[in-house]
């Protein structure tokens, strides 16, 4: 049920009461289901049994589609359609907008790109789809009350309603989308997080007026079922996006419109529904109407709306199971909004005589022009042998088929159990999703080369989905196959040349193919069509600083401390390299006598390194800012830094790096004029240190330390015995003891 429209001409005085019972079938039945007010509970149940039972819940939301979600798209097809007048009466959305939606269907498998669009517009109908079915049923009950509210009040319910739905919008469309099938605007949150704010207090103002203007004039029997609404149409919209606002939590679309809150929606839908046709049944003369067989109708019904297509042209046309059962399920949905919107209206005679009870009577239903399409249907719909046990046989077959869908499912869900997805896979070798889980399970289990064979197959079965090749060309990567993968992201490049993401994995191929030029140019490419491209930015610094650009690379590592310092979370695990970016940044401003804006720089590296505690870094970033408070004429700063720098080297396991420290610090003494035993202790401990390194390195610091023992004579030997002795006195020395050189 779409949005139920009162005709404008409404009275704005309560009506006499025509009824001598508000409700629907029951008060606590109409509560429960039809205003909602299991949500809060159901809503906490599917949240803690998806953190805690997620593939179990996945499971058995499946599984209630079949009695909820499906029938409730049906009983709108079997409104529209079981009847000539009424398919004739609507004809415009039973025959040409179902036959616009089929042919976009049929675009849709050939060419993968417009499945966001249509899956993005199903899913933000979906809450507008929601929002009027529960103001129409709020309508409905106040004027079944004898409440009829005024156009003001009417109007402030319309309008928080609306607020309600705006706010969740600016939920979904804040910042990039975390789903590749649904597209996000990327609104900014500092603009929409006050625009959600003064929504949510509208929604709560505007109909706490509305219903404490309907209370005034009514009784608590009468106003309990729109206020339950209002509640409802809270809990599903304003709830979780003040959870998100408070907790910074992200609500994915696709699970909360088309997961619990769709299931809600479907059995309101259903209880609605199955009211009307009771109704209409009854005032045909129709006394043998029974909601069993209504619902067995809507079941098998709905089994056919979403289940043979996707299998069917998966199967015979070697289609993308995955990518078909998208499409069909948005489009379905889609051609039930549109097709609900036209058919629920309380401004039709009709409806109202059965939806609001009044004694007005009840029109019938015309019989309508007579040919061999509407003959053809009323045979099948007869009561005699042969019909009847056509309509058998199909449903028997539309009930095995779905059980074979279940089964399917329940095998496909399995990710750890390789037996279970190649169960899944016989059943439908044409769907890259089982194909994906199939490879990881695969690889799991030591079976590297099939994955990779599944991954080929799932990327082949839909060329047009970026995600399922890349996949696959992580894949060849992990497996070492860097030359296929290059190939593969040229092809992919191809079709999407402006996929930044494509563009920085290129490079990384290219540049470890020793395709240097392609590598950086693929890089600046995708920093061209996202500047937010942090690993693009540091690969390009990088490439620019080991051919000695050093002040190119700067600008790039810049932008990279830029893009970090804006998301701190996202980059909490990369507290190393941003560290080394710092220092490299700092170096940069060394090198062109920035000499402020260096020394910040390797501050800033020193106190972000005492904060992650990667004394590792903080030992480098010390020692270069000892370099520069020299070269500035502060030898006392630069003693205590390079002391620290020392303190820390003797709490790692790094004797290369303690060495080189111990050299600069012994030729740092060397040149304040301190006693030569420091000079050569220092010399001593970091030969000591690199008696496993390389040739070279040992060599320079052995020429070092022959140099000071020269200078020391007989002193020398001394020292060598005492060598940890005047360590210490050297790394105590005081800073007064360093005076600036006149």
Excluded at 616 to 622: G, I, N, Q, V
Aim: proline letters at 5%.
């Amino acid at each position: 049920m779409s949005t139920v429209v009162e005709t404008p001409s409404a009275p704005s005085v309560p009506a006499p009461q025509t009824s001598p019972s508000p409700w629907i079938y029951r008060p606590w039945l109409d509560l429960l289901v039809g205003c909602g007010a299991w949500s809060a509970p159901l809503l906490l149940l599917a949240f803690y049994s998806a953190q805690s039972y997620s593939r179990a819940w996945v499971f058995a939301f499946y599984f209630l589609a079949l009695f909820l979600n499906y029938p409730h798209f049906m009983a709108t097809v079997y409104r529209a359609y079981h009847t000539h007048s009424e398919f004739a009466k609507y004809r415009i959305f039973t025959v040409h907008v179902a036959l616009l939606l089929a042919f976009a269907g049929v675009l849709a498998h050939l060419w993968y790109p417009l499945v966001p669009w249509i899956f993005t517009l199903y899913i933000c109908w979906s809450p507008w789809h929601y929002t009027g079915q529960n103001f129409g049923l709020l309508m409905m009950f106040a004027r079944r009350a004898g409440i009829s509210p005024t156009p003001a009040e009417r109007r402030a319910l319309h309008l928080s309603f609306l607020a309600s739905y705006l706010l969740l919008m600016l939920s979904f469309h804040t910042g990039a989308s975390g789903d590749p099938l649904v597209l996000s605007l990327g609104l900014p949150e500092k603009f929409t997080l006050p625009a959600r704010g003064a929504l949510a207090l509208f929604f709560v103002v505007s109909s706490g007026w509305a219903l404490v203007s309907l209370a005034r004039r009514s009784s608590l029997r009468a106003i309990i079922a729109p206020f339950t609404l209002a509640m409802t149409q809270f809990l599903w919209f304003l709830l979780p996006a003040l959870i998100q606002l408070a907790s910074g939590r992200e609500i994915p679309q696709t699970r909360y419109s088309s997961g619990i809150l769709a299931v809600l929606h479907s059995a309101q839908y259903l209880w609605i529904t199955s009211y009307y046709q009771a109704r209409e049944a009854r005032a045909a003369g129709d006394t043998q109407w029974k909601f069993s067989s209504y619902l067995l109708t809507l079941i098998a019904g709905g089994i056919a709306l979403f289940i043979p297509g996707p299998w069917i042209v998966s199967r015979v046309f070697h289609a993308d199971f995955a990518a078909s059962f998208l499409t069909f399920t948005a489009l379905v949905n889609i051609h039930h909004f549109i097709l609900d919107g036209a058919l629920w209206k309380l401004r039709d005679s009709r409806i109202a005589a059965l939806l609001l009870d009044t004694r007005t009577k009840t029109p019938a239903t015309a019989a309508g022009a007579q040919n061999s399409f509407v003959a053809a249907a009323r045979w099948l719909a007869g009561r005699s042998p042969t019909p009847r046990a056509l309509r058998r046989i199909t449903m028997v077959m539309l009930f095995a088929w779905g059980a074979v869908d279940q089964v399917h499912f329940f095998w496909a869900g399995q990710e750890t159990s390789l037996a279970s997805l190649q169960r899944a896979a016989r059943l439908n070798p044409n769907d890259s999703a089982i194909q994906t889980r199939l490879a990881k399970a695969q690889a799991l289990s030591g079976q590297r080369d099939i994955a990779i064979t599944s991954l080929e197959r799932a990327a082949s079965l839909n060329p047009g989905d970026l995600s399922l090749q890349e996949t696959y060309a992580r894949g060849l990567i992990e497996a070492g196959r860097d030359a296929e993968a290059y190939s593969l992201y040229e092809r992919m490049l191809q079709g999407f040349p402006r996929d930044a993401n494509a563009l920085v994995n290129y490079g990384l191929l290219a540049h470890r193919l020793g395709r240097e030029d392609e590598a950086l140019d693929s890089w600046r490419r995708a920093v061209e069509i996202d500047p937010q491209q942090y690993n693009a930015q540091l690969y390009i610094a990088q490439f620019l600083d080991q051919t000695g650009e050093a002040q190119a690379a700067a600008s790039h590592y810049r932008a990279y401390l830029k893009i970090v310092a804006a998301n701190p979370d996202a980059h909490r695990s990369e507290s190393a390299t941003v560290l080394a970016v710092l220092i490299k940044v700092a170096d940069a401003d060394a090198a062109v006598n920035h000499a402020a804006e260096a020394m910040q720089g390797y501050r800033a590296a020193i106190q972000f390194a005492e904060k992650s505690g990667d004394k590792t870094l903080e030992s480098l970033a010390l020692v270069h800012l000892a370099e520069l408070q020299e070269k500035q004429g502060d030898p006392a700063a630069a003693a205590q830094s390079y002391q620290r720098a020392l303190a820390l080297d003797a709490l790692l396991s790094d004797p290369r790096s303690a060495a080189f420290d111990w050299v600069n610090y012994g030729q740092f003494l060397r040149r304040q004029s301190k006693p030569e035993r420091f000079v050569y202790a220092c010399f001593l401990r970091a030969e000591e240190l690199l008696r496993t390194s390389p040739a070279t390195e040992l060599s320079a610091v052995t020429n070092a330390r022959a140099e000071a023992e020269a200078r020391l004579g007989r002193e020398a030997a001394a020292v060598r015995i005492n060598r940890d002795t005047i360590l210490a006195e050297a790394l105590h020395l005081q800073a007064s003891s360093f005076q600036p050189k006149s």
